[in-house]
């Protein structure tokens, strides 16, 4: 081997030793799990045997599967939409730049610095049915209150509600970094010759940010579909399973209560990963039409 | 030596592997175990003890009289479980473990545990009762450090404003009708944990097993009794529609504001409840009929896991014994504030603190989750009933209903 390529192939080792051991070693120990019979002894002592898609029968086959699937897509979507159109929003306020525009845009990202057990407690303390500051806005404002987080009808709610507040900023940010690369002459020539500011915007400016609008809105979607730790600290997934969605169904079948169900854990898990790559897929796709188009 | 660009890139690259594949692999507590050598590990649930604490010396203690030398580790208890069964498979599992009584059938059946038969460790000092939940296929694994269960904490001022005596609270009726006088004097009535988690069902037992029912019968008129119970205190508003989400540390929280007369928590809270700021009382969760129901017993158990030979099995054992020894386990229970599993050592804790009696009493009649030959069998039926109480209290379904569709995924 020519020396070149062995210092090039010295240089690619970090990274493939990397992916090897913390992308493709879990990943296939996933598979292997959620296709056999695991129970706490043979998950121990080995020896689980091999019992194909039973796992995945089982899984599609449970009363909870049909909720949770409806609960991820209605959670990830609803989320994106609104991530998206108020990121959306915010980006082109501050895109016009004024004074404290800096600080207010400083102070948008607050969300995506605090740790998520913070704002999620937090959320849970101001969404809390007796106490809670958000029942007692509504009482002021003279409508009755909402049993956010212990009502069926609600808890998905709260829980989207607080997910899109936290997402906000990612939105913000890579939407505003989007903006500023469209060279102002662009809208300022389509305003010269005659169009108003809205038709600026939906004929000129949104096109030209639709490669970044498409990553954004993919980047958003592999976050979504596997938000646990927000639905976790403020519903654990329920009343009765109202605002469990795949990924807290997996951790709920794996690790919440005191006899794990791995193979039926990793199923689930297994199924929000060929989910995510679909989307992926189906990105790269509508990409490529669009460049060749 | 001038070394080529190269050559010093190549070592770069190489160095940089390195620290990627010791980042990926360096596994926390991988090197502690089943070594064989002097040192002893101890893991345990009380990350709440620093190496200062009573508890680490009294582990120290007990490695020194076995001869060994004890490094010990604290996890957090719903952490532990896993630590475990993971560490188990490498091969890795600590020579004493400190850990939740219902996990321990679980990790009995899985053959991570030894029995008491094969290492040497005595549970014959420890109330049967407590010592029911280790006890699976006719052995024994481990002994009780101690035991928490679930009383009614009530608040003394509300109660006299609403003219209700608790002394005279007795059994549900009586209990129902102090909470009508307490709704009806402007306060809140009760705060408990409904959640849709574990904690859940250890709230519902006290009620659950006081109708009557049985855990292997999910759906009986007993068990729709209890549930309706609850579902009617919720109604009436007795009981704030929060339960529904409540752990038992947010249900604290509520009865702390002072505005509730009753909630129902366990021995743990003893001390968060003299710093309440006001004058607060226990008694026993009365059952249906009357008298003290039985609720769960919490507490952790002190195992000995399998290893690599008799020899430190034995030597763990005896380090476990010394642990939960009367003259040790009163320093840690009452560290702790668990009841002690110990006859005498009940005594000792209710001489020195007077109203500490009535968790005795409460533990006395505590009925261990995993106990009635259950086992394993118990977390399959704990998170259906905690599912049907939620479906229940929200109104999705009738108790009758939640109950049954409980008992059928029970099965």
């Given at each position: 081997m020519?020396r070149?390529q062995a210092v090039?192939?010295?240089?690619l080792?970090?990274l ?5 051991l913390?992308?493709v070693y879990?990943l296939l120990?996933?598979i292997?799990l959620s296709?056999?019979?695991h129970t706490?002894?043979s998950?121990?002592?080995g ?6 898609w ?6 599609f086959?449970?009363p909870?599967?049909g909720?949770?699937?409806?609960n991820?897509?209605v959670f990830t ?5 609104f ?9 082109v306020f ?5 004074r ?6 400083a102070?948008?990202l607050v969300?995506?610095l605090?740790?998520l057990?913070?704002?999620a ?8 049915s007796?106490?809670?500051v958000?029942?007692a806005?509504?009482t ?6 909402v049993d956010?987080?212990t009502?069926p009808?609600w808890?998905?709610?709260?829980v989207?509600?607080?997910?899109i507040?936290i997402?906000i ?9 989007g903006?500023r690369n469209i ?5 300022e020539a389509?305003s010269?010759d005659g ?6 915007f939906?004929y000129?400016t949104?096109?030209?940010l639709?490669?970044i609008?498409?990553i ?9 579909l ?7 600290i403020?519903?654990r ?7 469990t ?9 794996g690790?919440g209560?005191m006899?794990?169900?791995?193979g039926?854990s ?14 992926g897929?189906?990105y790269?796709r509508l990409?490529?039409h669009?460049?060749?188009? | 030596m001038k070394s080529s660009?190269?050559t010093?890139r190549l070592t ?6 390195g620290?990627?594949?010791s980042?990926?692999?360096?596994r926390?507590?991988?090197?502690s ?7 002893f590990?101890v893991?345990?649930?009380?990350p709440q003890f620093?190496?200062t604490?009573e508890?680490?010396?009294v582990i120290r203690k007990?490695?020194a009289?076995a001869g060994?030398?004890?490094e010990r580790?604290?996890f957090d208890?719903?952490?532990?479980t896993?630590?475990?069964?993971l560490?188990?498979?490498?091969g890795t599992?600590p020579n004493?473990l400190?850990?939740d009584?219902?996990v321990v059938?679980?990790?009995?059946e899985?053959g ?5 038969q094969?290492?040497?460790?005595d549970?014959?000092?420890a109330a049967?009762n407590l010592v029911a ?14 035991a928490?269960t679930?009383?009614l904490?009530y608040?003394?001022?509300v ?5 209700v ?8 009726v009586?209990?129902?009708?102090a909470?009508?006088r307490?709704?009806?004097a402007?306060k809140k009535?009760?705060t408990?944990?409904?959640?849709g988690?574990e904690?859940?069902?250890f709230?519902f ?5 006081g109708a009557?029912?049985q855990l292997?019968?999910?759906s009986?008129a007993e068990?729709v ?8 205190w919720?109604d009436?508003k007795?009981?704030p529609n ?6 038992q540390t947010?249900s604290?929280?509520?009865?702390a504001?002072g505005?509730?007369a009753?909630a129902?928590?366990g021995?743990?809270q ?5 710093k309440?700021g006001f ?5 026993p969760?009365?059952?249906r009929?009357g008298?003290?129901?039985?609720a769960?017993a919490?507490g952790?158990?002190v195992?000995v896991?399998?290893?690599s030979?008799?020899?430190e099995?034995?030597?763990a054992?005896?380090?476990a014994?010394c642990?939960t020894?009367?003259?040790?386990v009163l320093?840690t229970?009452?560290a702790?504030t668990?009841v002690?599993?110990?006859?005498s050592?009940?005594?000792q804790?209710v001489?020195a603190?007077?109203?500490?009696a009535v968790?005795v009493?409460?533990?006395k009649?505590a009925k261990?989750?995993?106990?009635d030959?259950l086992?394993?069998r ?9 599912t ?9 379904k009738?108790?009758k209903?939640?109950?049954q ?6 099965k």
């Amino acid at each position: 081997m020519p020396r070149r390529q062995a210092v090039g192939w010295a240089f690619l080792l970090p990274l493939v030793a990397y992916l090897l051991l913390c992308y493709v070693y879990p990943l296939l120990t996933n598979i292997d799990l959620s296709i056999r019979d695991h129970t706490v002894r043979s998950f121990v002592h080995g020896g689980a045997p091999l019992i194909g898609w039973d796992n995945y029968a089982k899984v599609f086959a449970d009363p909870a599967f049909g909720p949770a699937l409806r609960n991820t897509v209605v959670f990830t979507v609803v989320s994106l939409v609104f991530q998206y159109v108020i990121g959306l929003a915010l980006a082109v306020f501050f895109a016009r730049g004024f004074r404290l525009s800096v600080t207010l845009r400083a102070l948008l990202l607050v969300p995506w610095l605090l740790p998520l057990i913070v704002s999620a407690s937090t959320w849970a303390w101001m969404f809390n049915s007796e106490a809670g500051v958000v029942n007692a806005a509504l009482t002021f404002l003279g409508f009755g209150t909402v049993d956010w987080l212990t009502s069926p009808d609600w808890s998905l709610v709260a829980v989207t509600i607080a997910n899109i507040w936290i997402g906000i900023p990612f939105n913000l940010v890579v939407l505003y970094s989007g903006l500023r690369n469209i060279p102002a002459e662009l809208p300022e020539a389509s305003s010269l010759d005659g169009a108003s500011r809205w038709q600026a915007f939906w004929y000129v400016t949104f096109p030209l940010l639709r490669p970044i609008s498409g990553i954004t809105l993919l980047l958003g979607l592999v976050y979504t579909l596997k938000v646990f730790d927000i639905i976790w600290i403020m519903t654990r997934g329920g009343p009765s399973g109202s605002s469990t969605t795949l990924a807290t169904w997996s951790y709920e079948l794996g690790f919440g209560t005191m006899l794990p169900r791995f193979g039926p854990s990793a199923a689930v898990g297994n199924i929000l990963i060929v989910l995510a790559v679909a989307a992926g897929l189906l990105y790269v796709r509508l990409q490529r039409h669009q460049e060749t188009a | 030596m001038k070394s080529s660009p190269n050559t010093r890139r190549l070592t770069a690259a190489l160095v940089a592997t390195g620290l990627a594949l010791s980042a990926c692999s360096s596994r926390p507590g991988g090197d502690s175990g089943t070594s064989g050598t002097g040192t002893f590990s101890v893991w345990d649930p009380y990350p709440q003890f620093d190496g200062t604490s009573e508890w680490v010396k009294v582990i120290r203690k007990c490695g020194a009289q076995a001869g060994v030398d004890v490094e010990r580790q604290a996890f957090d208890t719903t952490d532990l479980t896993n630590k475990v069964l993971l560490a188990a498979q490498q091969g890795t599992a600590p020579n004493v473990l400190v850990v939740d009584n219902p996990v321990v059938s679980t990790l009995a059946e899985g053959g991570v545990l030894k029995s008491n038969q094969d290492t040497g460790l005595d549970a014959s000092g420890a109330a049967p009762n407590l010592v029911a939940a280790g006890q699976t296929g006719g052995q024994t694994y481990g002994v009780p450090i101690g035991a928490n269960t679930l009383a009614l904490y009530y608040n003394r001022a509300v109660l006299s404003t609403a003219g209700v005596d608790p002394a005279a609270i007795k059994d549900w009726v009586s209990l129902d009708a102090a909470l009508a006088r307490v709704t009806a004097a402007g306060k809140k009535g009760i705060t408990f944990s409904a959640i849709g988690t574990e904690e859940g069902t250890f709230q519902f037992l006290p009620w659950f097993w006081g109708a009557g029912a049985q855990l292997t019968d999910l759906s009986s008129a007993e068990a729709v009794s209890a549930l309706e119970l609850w579902k009617s205190w919720l109604d009436r508003k007795y009981a704030p529609n929060s339960v529904i989400g409540n752990t038992q540390t947010t249900s604290w929280q509520e009865f702390a504001t002072g505005e509730y007369a009753f909630a129902v928590n366990g021995t743990w809270q003893l001390g968060n409840a003299k710093k309440a700021g006001f004058e607060y009382g226990v008694i026993p969760i009365p059952s249906r009929t009357g008298g003290v129901a039985p609720a769960p017993a919490g507490g952790e158990f002190v195992t000995v896991p399998a290893q690599s030979g008799k020899d430190e099995e034995a030597t763990a054992a005896r380090i476990a014994n010394c642990l939960t020894s009367p003259e040790t386990v009163l320093a840690t229970d009452t560290a702790l504030t668990y009841v002690s599993a110990v006859a005498s050592v009940q005594q000792q804790q209710v001489a020195a603190q007077p109203d500490f009696a009535v968790w005795v009493d409460a533990v006395k009649s505590a009925k261990g989750r995993t106990g009635d030959g259950l086992g394993t069998r118990y977390p399959r039926i704990s998170q259906p009933l905690w599912t049907a109480v939620q479906a229940a209290l929200t109104g999705s379904k009738s108790p009758k209903d939640a109950l049954q569709a409980a008992a059928a995924s029970a099965k």
